[in-house]
């Protein structure tokens, strides 16, 4: 069981807007710790799409988005492509537990 | 550019301990906070432990407290996870990852290695 809880699958067909959803707590997302986002490929290292919340590293394209509030967050993915196929994590801290904290991970699949 | 490279992974027969290693280049190591994290077969990521960069604190996730520890050897610009006792449910790929952020409730995995794969098995 996961601190930080997301859907198990999400899916969308190409073109279409598809979201993510991260529930945590008091001592996770309802705190002024971040959220980001990464997106992992079976078999390859993962990516951080999101840090702090909502900013995008250089080369991830402005379809990904992230928001979030109270307890909960959301990754958004505009303009769905093939490629978008893969596993999604969210990541925080966690001041209870003195640790980082990852969602269970969301499958996208692409229709 | 930022390179991760873990190595060590092996099977290990439960009980046992194994050493993983994480060879890094294109920062300034010292500077960095390094983490470990795990994704068990079928599972999601699980963060393993952390190690602060110029304070050398050191975390680790319940599930591993007592059984694991990291190092890291900062003019080798190495990170290092000893793993004793080990049990069946440990068997996983273990990632590097180097860590950012102004804060310890900021901090993120910015740059992740391909990982080493680890089976606990008799």
């Known amino acids: 069981q996961s601190v930080l809880t997301q859907p198990p699958s999400v899916s969308g067909a190409p073109g279409q807007r598809v979201t993510i959803s991260c529930t945590g707590s008091n001592s996770n997302l309802g705190t002024t710790s971040d959220v980001h986002w990464y997106q992992h490929l079976p078999g390859t290292a993962p990516k951080v799409l999101i840090y702090g919340n909502n900013n995008r590293p250089l080369g991830v394209p402005d379809r990904f988005s992230g928001s979030r509030s109270g307890t909960s967050a959301s990754l958004a993915i505009t303009g769905l492509q093939a490629e978008d196929e893969a596993d999604y994590y969210c990541q925080s801290y966690d001041s209870s537990l003195r640790a980082w904290v990852l969602g269970g991970g969301t499958k996208l699949t692409v229709l | 550019e930022v390179q991760v490279l873990e190595s060590g992974g092996d099977l290990v027969h439960p009980g046992g301990s194994l050493r993983l290693s994480c060879t890094t280049s294109g920062f300034t190591f010292p500077h960095y906070a390094m983490a470990w994290v795990r994704q068990a077969p079928g599972k999601g990521l699980e963060w393993v432990s952390t190690i602060g960069g110029t304070t050398g604190n050191t975390y680790y996730a319940d599930s591993v407290k007592g059984r694991f520890s990291i190092s890291r050897d900062n003019s080798k610009n190495t990170l290092y996870l000893q793993l004793n006792s080990l049990r069946a449910e440990d068997t996983a790929i273990y990632y590097c990852?180097?860590?950012?952020?102004?804060?310890?409730?900021?901090?993120?995995?910015?740059?992740w290695g391909q990982g080493t794969r680890v089976t606990v098995s008799s």
């Open positions: 990852a180097k860590m950012t952020g102004p804060t310890v409730g900021a901090l993120y995995f910015d740059s």
